[in-house]
């Protein structure tokens, strides 16, 4: 009969243990995670942006809505961006964030990227990311150049289910750009860009503390009074070889009126790049 009353005790101290070791299980799970675009979310590894070579000289207030999709991840965000120009717009800084991101996991690729949860349970925002950029050129007969250097912080959400990755990147890069064609009025042209730099990430690999890359890209723009076409390729060739060799494929339209730009962009991925994006934004000049 003794050992009959040890029953509920014994059922309610198991109760109150399972709960606790759930709550651990996450941690049990980040030594796992693999740091390299290929196994995170659509936006744990943003690559440098193509800008035409171009230190913009107005104030930029950007807001994004942005949907990233893959047959084992579809994923909504709101992305903002802030650029405020200097040195009579030779130079400017940028800050931007992932506002808010929403996503919903196939069982497959949860356990594939060895995340906790298929759907976040609590709403979460991404890494804030500083930039600077600086016109060393501008030049019609021979071309614009701008380097840039770009900090990525450890502030991003739910690294239990590999969306950011709670680790600091930095990357540097040189972006050259000429005119092919342009009007006599200046308002059409199409232009050439290219791009290389460096990029870097920390890791969980007790052996490679950090993985370096390569930057590259290159693209055409066409423009016409307000509108204006862009199509880029752009990557980073990643030093393990573990899903860190990302491609975009980036085609961004805009139309522009008194200060204020409609943008539709386009990203398919290839290679270790496994989604495809879309995004309208809105941008507002001062």
Request: glycine fraction near 6%.
């Amino acid at each position: 009969m003794r050992s009959i009353r040890f029953i509920p005790i014994t059922i309610f101290i198991i109760a109150l243990l399972i709960p606790s070791a759930q709550a651990e299980d996450w941690r049990d799970k980040t030594p796992l995670l693999v740091y390299s675009p290929k196994y995170f979310g659509p936006s744990a590894f943003p690559l440098p942006t193509m800008r035409n070579a171009d230190v913009g000289r107005y104030i930029e207030a950007e807001v994004r809505g942005e949907y990233h999709y893959y047959s084992g991840d579809k994923t909504h965000d709101l992305f903002t961006r802030l650029y405020i120009p200097f040195v009579k717009g030779r130079a400017g800084v940028e800050l931007s964030l992932v506002a808010y991101e929403k996503y919903k996991l196939t069982p497959e690729t949860r356990d594939e990227r060895h995340a906790v949860e298929t759907e976040s349970p609590v709403g979460y925002s991404g890494d804030l990311i500083f930039s600077s950029f600086f016109q060393v050129l501008r030049s019609e007969k021979w071309m614009d150049i701008v380097v840039s250097g770009t900090i990525k912080t450890a502030s991003g959400g739910r690294l239990c289910d590999a969306r950011f990755t709670d680790a600091a990147s930095y990357w540097f890069d040189l972006n050259l750009a000429r005119n092919l064609w342009c009007s006599a009025d200046r308002k059409s042209f199409v232009r050439m860009q290219i791009m290389g730099g460096f990029y870097c990430w920390m890791t969980n690999d007790l052996i490679h503390r950090q993985n370096d890359a390569i930057a590259y890209g290159f693209g055409l723009t066409a423009q016409h009074q307000h509108l204006s076409l862009s199509s880029t390729i752009s990557g980073i060739y990643g030093y393990e070889n573990n899903g860190d060799r990302p491609i975009h494929w980036e085609n961004t339209l805009k139309y522009e009126i008194k200060k204020n730009i409609l943008s539709f962009h386009y990203t398919h991925g290839m290679k270790d790049r496994l989604y495809d994006s879309y995004a309208l934004g809105y941008t507002r000049c001062f």
